[in-house]
T-cell receptor, first 110, second 116 residues
Framework: DAKTTQPTSMDCAEGRAANLPCNHS???????VYWYRQIHSQGPQYIIH???NNETNEMASLIITEDRKSSTLILPHATLRDTAVYYC???????????FGTGTRLQVFP | EAGVAQSPRYKIIEKRQSVAFWCNPISGHATLYWYQQILGQGPKLLIQFQNNGVVDDSQLPKDRFSAERLKGVDSTLKIQPAKLEDSAVYLCASSLTLGRITDTQYFGPGTRLTVL
């Protein structure tokens, strides 16, 4: 079963920051938070992951709260091509299992 | 670098027929995964291979689904006989090694199966 809770859908204006929240209140100390996204008719695409520190890469930033019970994925300047379903996944260390929930459907509008 | 390749992209069959899907992972990736994604849901892991050995097939309906990765590279997923509830997108993914937290899974485009 998925160990995360995400809003079903969100909207964002093009050029603005998209902030996608995720709750993972039962996360354990050795479990990582992963984010993937799935654009229509494509396979999921890796975005970013983190354990307890905030992380940033060329695609996004990941902010994890100090108690690690929630996190936020930030797309700093959303474009129309960022319209997708975004999955927040808690991944146990040393396992390969990705247990996907239903994700957040992000719609970026002009 | 070439991505994960899958074929066919679409398949329509009638219930009780058989169907097979093919996956070619990224070159050098030891671990291969098959997922099933039903419309409106996230992908669900069916089976995981490390080279040509099965690591996890706990979610694979073994009475009708089978998968193999004979030479540790390409893989085939088969359904025989198909049921209406097998209509879904079947995704193949690969990663470099097993269990390394920094290794990400790379997904193919999927095969959309419709069972009539």
């Amino acid at each position: 079963d998925a160990k995360t809770t995400q809003p079903t859908s969100m909207d964002c204006a093009e050029g603005r920051a998209a902030n996608l929240p995720c709750n993972h209140s039962t996360i354990s100390g050795n479990e990582y938070v992963y984010w993937y996204r799935q654009i229509h008719s494509q396979g999921p695409q890796y975005i970013i992951h983190g354990l307890k520190n905030n992380e940033t890469n060329e695609m996004a930033s990941l902010i994890i709260t100090e108690d690690r019970k929630s996190s936020t994925l930030i797309l700093p300047h959303a474009t129309l091509r960022d319209t997708a379903v975004y999955y927040c996944i808690v991944r146990v260390d040393n396992t390969d299992k990705l247990i996907f929930g239903t994700g957040t459907r992000l719609q970026v509008f002009p | 670098e070439a991505g994960v390749a899958q074929s066919p992209r679409y398949k329509i069959i009638e219930k009780r027929q058989s169907v097979a899907f093919w996956c070619n992972p990224i070159s050098g990736h030891a671990t291969l995964y098959w997922y099933q994604q039903i419309l409106g849901q996230g992908p669900k892991l069916l089976i995981q291979f490390q080279n040509n050995g099965v690591v996890d097939d706990s979610q694979l309906p073994k009475d009708r689904f089978s998968a193999e990765r004979l030479k540790g590279v390409d893989s085939t997923l088969k359904i025989q006989p198909a049921k209406l509830e097998d209509s879904a997108v079947y995704l193949c993914a690969s990663s470099l090694t097993l269990g390394r937290i920094t290794d990400t899974q790379y997904f193919g485009p999927g095969t959309r199966l419709t069972v009539l």
